[in-house]
């Protein structure tokens, strides 16, 4: 699968979360969405994948 097609298959999923970070939503509720979104992962995972989401969010609303 190239770049945009996985970005066409994720964007709907973690749009919503890019939305909340730039709406200040606190991160331990963040990591409560990704939890659902990745049942599989550890704790340490989810935590990754905040920090990442986090910083997408933060460098998207810079550029808007």
Request: charged share 15%.
């Amino acid at each position: 699968m190239n770049g945009g097609n996985l970005n066409g298959v994720l964007a709907p999923v973690l749009e919503p979360l890019f939305h909340q970070v730039k709406d200040g939503v606190n991160p331990s509720e963040l990591l409560g969405a990704l939890a659902e979104l990745y049942p599989q992962m550890n704790a340490d995972d989810l935590q990754e994948r905040l920090a990442r989401i986090m910083f997408v969010a933060t460098v998207w609303g810079a550029s808007a």
